[in-house]
């Protein structure tokens, strides 16, 4: 058999927007016509066969359901705000963690979500409106010019941070996670790895500036690269300033087996998917700060 017979169909995940249904009620819908499961870590998470088109079916066009993947969920839950906290997604368009923020916290408390792009601003907004969320303020600007002193983010609990990155554990496409290295830099032509490393740099800035503000116990960094330059590398390199600011490392579904490339101490607190899970290539850390760490690892 070749490596390439490993790249198989993957389910269609479905998570089920809890601010206006249930999971129940969900199920019934679909049972008439689908064969439909639950999935077995993340909660409100619907498992369909490969193939599956739901586009244009009412549970989705009304906001009940929103066609997102498995390893997209796992970030929000990650972060696992409580019901009433402040919090702000930083990097936000299309939303979709947004709103799944927004159902974890049962509407309660509120999140400010930023987004430079002024077009992806708008879409954000839409994805807001369609998710019957209320708490949620969208902000088109810079979360690098957010003032983390200021007085308006002084209680701000948990930051999630999805910034830009490659993309690569996204395309159908790729092959690359079949190749022996996870660390792709040196097969990638020069365009490429310049590319990255922009990336890297602007994620450890993004992220450096997440940490600083004064009150936040729980941060998630996620990206959905394959590269190590632009997870367990950003990471790392923040993690003397997060040390610093009395932040560790936590882990977040410690069932979960495929962690961090095993390049620091530490990095098996850090948390990767890959196709072979039947997912997207995505990547998690989860920041918490020392005095919250007891429920850190849920
Ligand atoms: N979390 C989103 C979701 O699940 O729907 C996806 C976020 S996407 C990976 C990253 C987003 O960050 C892009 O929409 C990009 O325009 C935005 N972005 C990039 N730099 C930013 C900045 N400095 N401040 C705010 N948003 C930024």
Same mark, same amino acid.
């Given at each position: 058999?070749?490596?390439?017979?490993?790249?198989?169909? /993957?389910?269609?995940?479905?998570?089920?927007?809890?601010?206006?249904?249930?999971?129940?009620?969900?199920?019934?819908?679909?049972?008439?016509?689908?064969?439909?499961?639950?999935?077995?870590?993340?909660?409100?998470?619907?498992?369909?066969?490969?193939?599956?088109?739901?586009?244009?079916?009412?549970?989705?066009? +009304?906001?009940?359901?929103?066609?997102?993947? /498995?390893?997209?969920?796992?970030?929000?839950?990650?972060?696992?705000?409580?019901?009433?906290?402040?919090?702000?997604?930083?990097?936000?368009?299309?939303?979709?963690?947004?709103?799944?923020?927004?159902?974890?916290?049962?509407?309660?408390?509120?999140?400010?979500?930023?987004?430079?792009?002024?077009?992806?601003? /708008?879409?954000?907004?839409?994805?807001?409106?369609?998710?019957?969320?209320?708490?949620?303020?969208?902000?088109?600007?810079?979360? #690098?010019?957010?003032?983390?002193?200021?007085?308006?983010?002084?209680?701000?609990?948990?930051?999630?941070?999805?910034?830009?990155?490659?993309?690569?554990?996204?395309?159908?496409?790729?092959?690359?996670?079949?190749?022996?290295?996870?660390?792709? +830099?040196?097969?990638? +032509?020069?365009?490429?790895?310049?590319?990255?490393?922009?990336?890297?740099?602007?994620?450890?800035?993004?992220?450096?500036?997440?940490?600083?503000?004064?009150?936040?116990?729980?941060?998630?960094?996620?990206?959905?690269?394959?590269?190590?330059?632009?997870?367990?590398?950003?990471?790392?390199?923040?993690?003397?300033?997060?040390?610093? #600011?009395?932040?560790?490392?936590?882990?977040?579904?410690?069932?979960?087996?495929?962690?961090?490339?095993?390049?620091? +101490?530490?990095?098996?607190?850090?948390?990767?998917?890959?196709?072979?899970?039947?997912?997207?290539?995505?990547?998690?850390?989860?920041?918490?700060? /020392?005095?919250?760490?007891?429920?850190?690892?849920?």
């Amino acid at each position: 058999l070749s490596k390439k017979s490993t790249v198989k169909p /993957k389910p269609r995940f479905l998570r089920v927007n809890t601010l206006k249904t249930t999971s129940g009620s969900v199920i019934e819908v679909l049972k008439k016509t689908h064969k439909v499961v639950k999935d077995d870590i993340v909660p409100d998470m619907l498992v369909l066969p490969p193939g599956t088109d739901l586009h244009k079916h009412p549970l989705v066009t +009304d906001g009940k359901v929103f066609l997102q993947g /498995k390893a997209s969920c796992m970030v929000a839950v990650a972060l696992s705000p409580k019901p009433g906290w402040k919090v702000i997604d930083a990097c936000a368009a299309p939303g979709n963690k947004t709103v799944h923020l927004a159902a974890l916290m049962n509407g309660e408390g509120s999140i400010i979500a930023c987004e430079l792009n002024k077009e992806r601003a /708008k879409t954000l907004q839409h994805t807001v409106r369609k998710s019957g969320a209320n708490n949620i303020e969208t902000v088109n600007g810079d979360f #690098l010019e957010i003032d983390s002193n200021d007085p308006s983010y002084a209680e701000v609990r948990a930051i999630l941070l999805d910034p830009s990155c490659s993309g690569s554990g996204i395309s159908t496409e790729r092959l690359d996670h079949l190749l022996p290295s996870h660390s792709t +830099d040196d097969q990638d +032509d020069a365009g490429s790895t310049a590319r990255i490393r922009k990336l890297s740099a602007f994620q450890r800035k993004v992220l450096s500036h997440a940490l600083s503000f004064p009150s936040v116990e729980r941060l998630v960094y996620s990206t959905c690269s394959i590269h190590q330059a632009e997870n367990e590398d950003v990471v790392s390199s923040v993690l003397p300033l997060a040390t610093s #600011l009395g932040f560790e490392l936590a882990t977040p579904f410690p069932q979960w087996g495929r962690r961090g490339l095993p390049v620091f +101490d530490g990095a098996e607190h850090l948390l990767r998917t890959d196709p072979e899970d039947d997912l997207e290539g995505f990547f998690i850390a989860l920041f918490v700060r /020392k005095a919250a760490a007891d429920d850190a690892s849920e």
